[in-house]
């Protein structure tokens, strides 16, 4: 990915105060290996037919490799809001990350509101072996 793309990177910390009910998330669903792009809504988890040619992102390229495990960045990449996890809620191996993002116009720091304000998104990070840096 270019870094002339990526606008603004900042911690975030400010709780949700945007109503967003839906997620877009590239990484492992609670059950399986292997990172997919899906789309999270209440309770479910659903795959897309979205493909790293239709984001103005790469969610392979926003973390480094080795990453320390619940290490986040948050991103915004044109009108996209991101935040990228180090690590998966299923799979262990060096290299896994779990990506959020969404196109409402959001504040960064607001992404951990929504993110855990989503149940199923929640649930990804609640079942994750180690600690989310909030």
Not at 57 to 63: D, I, R, T
Not at 75 to 93: P, T
Request: proline content about 3%; overall charge negative; aromatic content about 12%.
């Amino acid at each position: 990915m270019e870094n002339d793309k990526i606008i603004n990177e900042e911690k975030g910390n400010d709780v949700n105060h945007v109503l967003v009910n839906v997620l877009d998330y590239f990484g492992t669903d609670i059950d399986n290996h292997g990172h997919y792009f899906w789309r999270l809504t209440g309770n479910k988890i659903e795959r897309t037919k979205v493909w790293f040619k239709d984001l103005p992102f790469n969610p392979e390229e926003l973390l480094h490799a080795y990453s320390q495990k619940g290490t986040i960045k948050y991103f915004r990449v044109g009108d996209y809001a991101i935040c990228a996890i180090a690590g998966s809620c299923y799979d262990s191996r060096n290299g896994t990350k779990s990506i959020f993002w969404t196109k409402e116009h959001v504040k960064l720091g607001d992404l951990k509101g929504i993110i855990l304000s989503i149940p199923i998104a929640k649930k990804i990070i609640e079942t994750m072996p180690f600690d989310v840096d909030w």
